[in-house]
């Protein structure tokens, strides 16, 4: 019998017979038995995720029959209050979903378990994408291995567009014009450009040739945001809220306020990931709506903007007392068959290239259009720093912030820049 439970904060769903924990030590460090294993999941509950780790339980238990998976879903905003908590003594999970850009951050705080030698042991590791799978190492040692890719595209209303006798932008100067096209038929903001926004900002940036920040060979890092290149493409994203372009009321604001308002035909185009459609349906006033919402590639300066490869890691957390057996739970929810069900619950593409060659992920206009942008992607800095620099001290958007407000650009970006070094130079405690 399996009675899912949510809380207010998170949703805890105990997958198994059996509620509790506890464990059946057998001199190993408890890594042969347990009672139950937890699993800390980002996000929020849903009947078809609780479905998906039903399956992830069944799996483990063909070789574990007496062992529960409980899933524990943890909102993404309070992640790092919640693992920190964790690190601190508190509540712990076995296995844990990080984000990508995270595992360094948390492998560096002593968070995560060094799981090198039993990810060289595992077959499955051949097939995943090699540079999300080197992406999760810190200091040469392996700490998580991808679980699922995302990356963000342009979402477009396609009616509106033929309508208009126009294609979906591929350059910043076909944005400026069919953003006026829509505005000027539709009475609505053609484009939306939130300034809390690093991932969709980074790609204005790559797109023009520039860089947030860069390693020197003594291992130094160096903050780009004065660069050239790099300032005219802050200069243009914030300059579309100072021009009207996108409306004030997204300054300050993520993709969330921007996708309320495409679910509702109040608004032509914005950047969000594959997810964003599933909350696109639970935001529509009419659902009808969403059959006219299309993605395509990021426009960039001059064709196709790099995106983020965002997605997530699997890591065993450092505070488990049965690390074998969580790296089994990891490989039931990370090989191909785990990782792609989850990936296609999620709205998100699976860690394995060669499954994204298949008609599935081709046919449908959407997906095909992530799979395209997936094959131009960058990395953010490779550093623990990075967390402190974007999360905490949120100095790009910040400064985007500040010239959308219509401060001076070249001061602005100058006091960012030195702060960015100075961060992303602070010694990994």
Same mark, same amino acid.
């Given at each position: ?179 006026? &096209? ?9 484009? *939306? $450009? +939130?300034?809390?926004?690093?991932? !969709? #900002? @980074? ?80 935001? &529509? ?9 299309? *993605? $395509? +590639?990021?426009?960039?300066?001059? !064709? #196709? @903007? ?92 910040? $400064? ?5 407000? !219509? ?23």
């Amino acid at each position: 019998m399996k009675f899912p439970k949510i809380a207010a904060a998170s949703a805890v769903v105990l997958l198994a017979a059996a509620c509790g924990g506890g464990s059946d030590s057998t001199g190993d460090g408890g890594s042969a038995s347990a009672d139950s294993l937890t699993v800390w999941v980002m996000g929020n509950s849903r009947d078809d995720l609780v479905e998906y780790f039903d399956g992830i339980e069944a799996r483990f238990q063909e070789g574990h029959p007496d062992t529960a998976v409980e899933v524990e879903f943890i909102p993404w905003p309070d992640a790092q209050e919640s693992i920190t908590n964790a690190v601190a003594g508190g509540d712990a999970p076995d296995v844990i979903e990080i984000g990508n850009d995270q595992v360094f951050n948390w492998a560096s705080q002593g968070a995560l378990l060094d799981i090198t030698s039993q990810v060289e042991g595992w077959d499955a590791a051949s097939e995943l994408d090699q540079n999300a799978l080197e992406y999760g190492s810190y200091d040469g040692s392996q700490y998580g291995v991808p679980w699922y890719s995302g990356v963000r595209t342009l979402y477009y209303r396609a009616d509106w567009l033929e309508a208009l006798d126009k294609e979906p932008p591929t350059t910043w100067d076909e944005v400026l014009d069919v953003a006026e &096209a829509i505005e000027g038929e539709y009475d609505v903001p053609g484009f *939306a $450009a +939130p300034t809390d926004f690093t991932n !969709g #900002i @980074a790609s204005f940036i790559w797109s023009n040739g520039g860089e947030i920040a860069t390693q020197d060979a003594d291992g130094s890092w160096v903050g780009q945001l004065t660069s050239p290149e790099t300032m005219e493409a802050i200069e243009f994203y914030a300059g579309l809220s100072l021009d009207g372009v996108s409306p004030q009321s997204y300054v300050g604001e993520n993709e969330l306020i921007p996708l309320a308002d495409m679910a509702n035909s109040e608004l032509g185009m914005y950047i969000d990931g594959g997810w964003a459609l599933g909350a696109m349906a639970d935001q &529509a006033e009419d659902p009808a709506v969403l059959d006219n919402i299309v *993605a $395509a +590639p990021i426009p960039g300066a001059d !064709g #196709i @903007a790099p995106a983020f490869a965002g997605g997530s890691a699997l890591s065993v957390f450092s505070t488990t007392e049965h690390p074998e057996l969580a790296f089994e739970l990891l490989t039931v929810l990370g090989d191909q068959e785990g990782g792609k069900g989850f990936a296609d619950v999620a709205g998100f593409f699976p860690a394995y290239p060669a499954l994204l060659d298949s008609e599935e992920y081709q046919e449908d206009p959407n997906t095909a259009a992530a799979a395209t942008q997936m094959q131009n992607t960058r990395f953010f800095p490779t550093t623990p720093r990075w967390t402190a620099a974007d999360q905490d001290s949120k100095i790009l958007p910040g $400064a985007v912030l500040d010239i959308a407000r !219509g401060e001076d650009p070249e001061t602005v970006l100058e006091e960012a820049n030195e702060e960015l070094s100075t961060i992303l130079n602070e010694p990994v405690e």
